[in-house]
């Protein structure tokens, strides 16, 4: 049985150091960043990236239509 796995973005810490492709900022170890697991890509908080996402569960926590857009 083949596993799949869950591509949905969500929040998380950062365990290395890198740069946001959005906004240049440095993203240290420890930081709080959104993660993109389908391109595996990782942004920081203050990028529009992770206002997405911030958008993604507010809908889903109160059930609007758009919840899964």
Do not use: H, V, W
């Not at 920081?44 to 239509?65: L, N, P, V």
């Amino acid at each position: 049985m083949r596993r799949t796995r869950n591509l949905d973005p969500y929040f998380t810490t950062a365990r290395f150091d890198s740069k946001c492709p959005e906004t240049g900022k440095d993203i240290k170890r420890g930081d709080r960043i959104a993660y993109f697991p389908a391109t595996r890509t990782a942004y920081s908080e203050d990028s529009k990236a992770a206002d997405q996402i911030r958008t993604m569960q507010f809908s889903a926590a109160y059930g609007m239509a758009d919840a899964n857009y």
